[in-house]
Structures are given as structure tokens and as C-alpha cells.
């Protein structure tokens, strides 16, 4: 199958465009390569050293005997995307190319607009190509677990059915976003479902849970097909930052409580989840959402389980909550379906252990890399708008 | 108390101003003016001959004997917004500042992007601006009952609790918008809620239903006050378009089977509701919604009261339903909620054959104006992304 992914040159995409090419599918691709300057503004480096799109790219040729196709490109100018699908003529289209920080999108005004500008106009431009050019293509966009917030009830796949005085109907789950950024993914929601309806479009929304893991097994051992993997406070993910801080001997910083609970799933999961619904596209006009996700967890649970595999590996892993630099509820229901994705054929890693001895062993070949940016690991973007490192929840009550 | 109006020079803003200066308010506002040239690129003009702003702000002092504080400036220009914000120091602020046309946002993807991020960016930087200068005033947003769509169930003011599985919550009541002119709206309901929640700001979320009228008793016998009405198919709302048609002689002209059901309210009304959400803020940190319209009609019912009173006053009203450029449900529930506003002492108008009376009498002076623009009243902007005038339906039938 032809696919294109935006944003290949990311955490995500870089994996998921080696993922496709080794199951046999065509790939193209385009970035604007924002992330790495993002994370060079957030005073930080990926733990992986990873090599210039050129390089990467060469790399990709060498191993999988496959170009991958790529321009460097806005999503935001529209012609750039028109172009790009007339000539590709895609498939699937895997949306990946949008700015995924809930911090960094709550810096000030500028980041917010920019955050809500950028991933709307990019998602906008994205379903009016198609229109225009692929029609019977199919959008894999990925949204976020985010979207919902922490409801007191049960979270379904998108869309539910309830009775209200009396009467009933099917509508999509009330969302509640929890950043300037978790926002956007919800405003594409709306977006995508109103394309899909009035032009016939077809779409997958996915809402992903929080993503771990330094490797996908197609990376092999040739480093320049390593993944990004950041570890600040804006790029980096809990369960990633979690390790880079074990390996350095720096305490699991849960915010606050560490009683919220998300939706977790290994790399190599969020690649087998992509692959399935690319491999099972909607009917023409519809639209469906995934809640993808292996597992919930506690973000304390997860502390803990680094703690346990950490120590059996030799480092001396403490944990220490930290101010929560967020509003957010620190203790809540959550309960989120999570059938669609099984039903289709999706197997889990189910062994979050083994996993994390397989990124803690990673990591400590960057262990360097990951000391010279340490201070990034403590969070000081407030929710509140102000900037102020949060201290050990242990220091800040003496 | 010091109210700020943002889209001051627009049909609603015009209108409020004068409501708010007569009950001794003091009023500053802003415009772009950007609506004027957006009615010219639809090929139209305002039935009503209004004046430059300058004309307008002397008869503004004329006749209310006090200044109305103005400054040309853009929403999207947060330097802007914050300096007026932090000179005025707004206690309310009444955001009519968007982009308010359906049609105008689905003519193609630069007409949706440029809805979408004016609309967005406006909203953030007024609520930013907001929470730096004045984080006790009272954001009046203007959204649309056009949020919801029409659902199969009751729709409540902007919440409803429900069970779902053995659960309860009280949840945002679910937002399908039918165009990118209405996504936005939902969009910046969204995007309220969230920082009410997270800075304490205090909002009403206004979801209006269809506005009609020409006047308020403020604009007396004043030319120069009387606010813009337009009747081409992007900016003229159903009923003011019905009644544009009915003084030249053109069939009133529902679309499609003509069952869409919409709450609508008078402009007198509208500038009644908004005035008691201002004199009734929110506490801190709320967020709440009016559901604001008088009463629910289908477009057949109005057009057959435009009919009636129309041929009353001697002028001979035909109905020709068209094609409907839009991709909408013709025939549907639709049971909103509006107890808010009534609740707060809202009294609705009523008589709209009253009101359609007084519309007749002021577009028959200005019969001419509209008979030189009257190819605007058949739409051609199509939601399916095409271009082409609907027929009367008899017509394309035979």
C-alpha cells in the first residue's frame, strides 16, 4: 500500500516508516524537521544522537533496500500537501506531523497560538488535499487519550449512546482537554468528523495513550535508525523521562499525588496499532476512534516499576514526587474502553518490564548525553502561566 | 460599568454599543472592519446605507452625548489587544469579533483556514490578554446554537448530567457543527472552558440562535446609526434575507424541504440578552453557557409569517424552495433548552409579525439598494466544495 506520513522525521514517524517498509509498503514522507529545533528551544537534546534527514535517509536505503520519499515541508502551506499527494497518490495518510507538547503550548500566548494554528491549518490542509486529490484515501490521524480529560464515567471509542429525558441518540464523547495543545487534538476531532460527513471522506482518529520505548526491532543495531528519544520536560513522555532519570541516578519525579491515572503503550505497540488500521480502512464517509492504549497505570506505578527493574539492573533508583507543575485532578476515575483495536487483531506486549530493561539498557549507552541536559528533567512551565522550577514535594513542605 | 466590545462596527456590535451607552454603560470597542470588505467580496453590500466609522462615532457623541472609545485594530494582534485591555481595564468584555459566516468559511480552504485561525487566535488572545490585564472582567463570547447541531435528544444550556453505565457526571454537552464557520465556534467553547478552569477567568458562553431585525429604538431617526443588514448568501441570516426578498418581489426562498428547525430571537432581543449577561456575571472561575433565542421555528413557518405580513402591507410574497447548497439534516428533532436568560429576567419580544412589520417599512426605503445587488440572494457556495446557484426546486424537478 502507498502510505505517506507527516511528521516522518519524528519520534513516531521515523519508527513507523521503517515499521511499514519492512511489512512491504510503499512509504513517502515529509517534515519540517520543527521538532529538533523545539527541543533545541527547550534547552535540551534527544538521549539518542540522531543523524541529519540526509543521513537518515541513506540509512533508510541501506537497510531496507527502499527509498523512502521525502520532502522537507510545511503542512500549513497548502500547496506543499496538494502537490505532494497528486504526485504520491496515497492510500493511508498517517497524520503524525503535528506539535505534540502539552507544556510547550502553555509557555505563553505566542506558543499556544502557535500550537492551535499550527496542527489545525495543518489538519485543514490535509483533509481539503485529500478531497481534491485522493478521495478514497484514508486519514490515520493521531489524536490523544488527552481529549477526553478524566470524566467520572466510562471513556468509549469516540462516540456513545445514551438516554437523555427520555429519549435517544449516538454522539460523540464529550471532550475535556487538558493543555492548549490536548486542546488542538480535539478541535481536529471535531474537523476530521465534519470532513468525513459532508465529503465522504474516511477516517481513523486515534487516541493514542502515553508512548515509551527507545527502539522498534526493525532499528536493528545500526544507530542511525534510532528514534528520537527525549527526556525534557516538553518532549520527553513520563515513562521516558522516568528512565532517562534512572540512568543517571536522578529520582522518578511523579507530579504531584502521582495518582493520575493514562493509558500506556510500548513504541513497538503504537507501530503494530498504526500498521492495523492502515491494513483495515473505514468505509467511504466514515469516521472511527480508537482508543489506543496497552494498559492504565498510575504515573506512581510506573515510578515503581522502573524503581524494581532498575535496581535489578544495578542503578539506585529513588523516587521523589515533585510540585505538579499542571491542574489537573491528581486522583480520578478512569476507565477507558479499549476493544476496537483488539477486535482487530492487535496483540500487546503485556511485559512493560521487559520493555523498560531494554530502554534502560539504551539509555546507558547515552548516559552522557542525558547528564549534560539534566536540569531539563525538572519541569518549570506552570499551568498557572508562570515559570518556576517545581520542587521535591519532600523539600517543599519543610 | 466599562464595557468593551470587540467587532463594535459590525451588525450586532453597532447595535450593542448604543444599547449599552443609553443605560449609562461606558463602552470602548474595536473593529478591523474587516466585515465591510468581507460583504463586498460576496459581491453585496449592506441594505442599509451605513456610514465610515468616523460618520459613525459623531453620531455616536451626537447622540448619546458621550464618546464611544475606538481603536482600528486586529484580534489576532496580541500586542493590540493587551495594550487596549490594559488602558481600558474592561470590566465586561463582549467578544463579537469573528468571522460569523458558514457559506464564507466552506468557499474553499483558504476562506476555511482564514476562518478558523481569525476566529481561534482572536479568542486566545483575548483571553490571555484577559488573565495578564483584567482577570475579574467577564468575557461575553459570542458562539452560535449552531454547536450542537441537531441531535435526536433535548439539547441542554452547554452541560447535561447523565448515567452512562452505572456512572454519573455532568459533561459538556456535545458540539457537531455544520460548517468550519460553526467548528470554530465549538472550538472557542472549548478553548474557554479550559482557561476559566485553569486561571479563574469568568465567562458566559452565549450560543445565539438566528438574529433578525433592522433596528433597535436607539437608532431613532437617525440614518447615521442605523446598523448594517445584510442579505447575500454569506452574511444575511434566513429571515433578514426572506424579508430582503419579499420588498423587490422575489419568491422567499427556503432551502431544500424547508423542516430545519433553528432558534431565532429579534435583534432588539439579542441586545436585551447580552446587556443581562453582562449586569449578571459569572463568579470566578465559571463558565457557563445561554442557550439564547426567543423561540424555535422551522424556516417554512417564517417564511410563511414573511408571506402574511408581507402581503398585509400590499406587497405581493411568493415561497420557492431551492436547492440546498448545504449539506444538513432538511427534517429533524430539535428541543434546546432556554431557561438561563429567562431565568435572569429575559422578556422575549414575542410578536414577530411586529418586528417583520417594522423590517418591511425600513428595507422599502432602501428597496433599490437591494434590487442592485439581488443576484446575491441565490446561493452558489455549495457544501460539497463545488460552485453553482441552487435552482428553485421546481425548476429542477421538471
Redesign the interface.
Known sequence: MRVFVAGVDGYLGWSLAQYLVARGHEVAGCDLLLRRKWVEEAGSHSATPIRSIEERLAAFKDNFGKELIFREGDLRD?DFVLEFFRLFQPEAIVHLGEMPSAPYSMI???H??FT??NN??GT??TL??M?ETCPQAHLVKLGTMGEYGT????IPEGF?T?E??G???T????????S?YH?TK??DS??I??AC???GLRSTDIMQGVVFGTRIDEMGDDERLLTRFDFDQCFGTVLNRYCAEAVIGHPLSPFGAGQQKRGFLPLRDSMQCLTIAINNPPEKGQYRVFNQFEEVYSVTELAEKVKRVGNEIGLNVQISNIENPR?EQEQH?YNPDHRHLLDLGYEPTHNVEQELRIMLRDLSRYRSRIEEKKEVLIPDIR???TRRKSRFLAEASR
Open positions: 497548502y505563553d500566548v505566542h499556544c497560538n492551535q494554528t489545525i491549518v485543514l490542509n481539503h488535499a478531497k470524566p467520572n464515567i466510562d456513545f445514551i437523555y429525558r429519549r435517544t441518540d454522539l460523540p464523547f464529550p471532550r475535556q482537554a487538558g492548549w486542546q480535539a478541535h471535531h474537523n468528523m465534519f460527513k459532508i465529503w491542574i476515575y499551568w498557572d502561566g
